[in-house]
């Protein structure tokens, strides 16, 4: 269980968002290197988080993010979140991790 | 912040009623085989054959593209549908014109039910490609897949009216051409201005997309884009004023196009980095590849050396029933499973995302049922074919139950889907 009263770090915010699955590829989202960047803002208490879709016309794009806001309100109730959507830089396979690869064969 | 698709998506009770007709539709086409074997022995032009063919075409494979188009069109042009009371209109006048249709073909009637189908077919594909032209333009961009679609759906109400003209020219002949060339003419405008090119529009989108693939180039659409479309133009022209080399030429263009189009397929599932492919995805690739059995049979065709093919109606039949049950059919098989699932799972679970453990839209219908699908429809499918090949009647009554027992499967799996209701894991 997180620790819900000192300032999480990125790692733990990264691996909080393992638990988000792409319900069409079967593999979380961090292992498909969707998620670019982990902001946290202790003055304000807010996790932001930038990531994108492996298409644009993803059409469980909306799920997975709602999923994501889900896990970090479970997991930091002190703070909030906010998932930023972005498509630069493009998402590609090259972003896919090793662990990830493994998870796809 | 950008909208995803999932917020452009449709309402599922637009989508799914397309899809539950269309499960009746092939279940009943399949019957029809059951029950009347030595029709795929006859010459293509008989009552039971020209009913059943219809109600494959538009009351399974149109009406299912029409729901799938509804749902896909957010994911490949980004933008929501126009409207949803065209999409429910248009269905009503589909499925009545399909009926009053199958009622005309099965007795040979070209009056009346003749008539009221044709209106109502027109007037259905009219509203359908009105909608989907008014959403068109909300996308700027005119990408391929853009491309693709609009122009399937222009030769869809073409091919539509042209088959209506046919129709009257049976009982009132005032076109000098031969009505088994007219129907060849409708047949293939059908086939590879619609369903092929709406195949390819979709495809190019959703293959790389499930199979995580973007490197593949995109050349080879642009030149089965130009290939097929000119090579349909030509073919009208050719076969009106009676030009051999055009039709030939015609034809060539249009193997040229499909060609490309399977170039893209190929380096696209060569390069894909999800290597492990579900039952739906395995259908849509065998699917695929089964495009080559019609192409060589027309190079046969054509060449045909020292007439060496005699057995022109059987291979004329097995030409006709690969393209619509081998290829098409079975692709769209594959792809409900990647598209019908999702819309339903979404409108259950989208609320309890995140806050419990909810099913995967794999977890509403049934991998096994799916599996025995696939089996059963291969298995007979290619009896069905040697059947065929060989004229023996009870090889295709086997290959024909066989075919039914797998249409019995997709349907008992997409009543599976419609009907979900939450479930807590």
Redesign the interface.
Known sequence: MTNTTSTPTDMQVLNSLKSVIDPELMVNIVDLGMIYNITIDSSTNLIEVEMTLTSKGCPLGDVIMQHATEVLKAQYPNYSSLINLVWEPAWNPSFITAQGNKELE | ??L????K?PNPSLVTPHFIIGGVSIVLFAFILVLNPDTLLLHYFNPTLLAATHLLVLGFITTICFGALY?LI???L?VKLHSEKLGWISLCFLFIGIIFLITAFWNLNFNIPFYLASTFIIIAITIFKINLILTAQKNKQNSLEKKFILTAVGWLFFTVLAGFLFGINLSNNYIKISHLELLKLHAHIGIFGWFIQLIIGVGS?LF???L???EADKKPLKIAYLAINSGLIIGIFSLFYAFKIGVITAIILIIFGIINFLRFIYQTFIQR????LDVGMKKSIIAITFLLIPLILIVLNILNPNNLIKQTTSLELIYGFTLLVGVISMLIMGLTYKTLP?II??KVY?SL???QKTP??RDLYSEKIQTYQLLSFIIGFWTIISGILFSIVSIIQIGTTLFFIATIFYFINIIKIVTHKTTEL
Do not use: R
């Open positions: 912040m950008n995803t698709s999932t917020q998506a749902q957010p994911v490949i980004d989108k790389p997309m499930f995580l693939s973007y980095t999800k290597k492990k999702f799972w979404l989208k995302i995140g806050k995967l839209p």
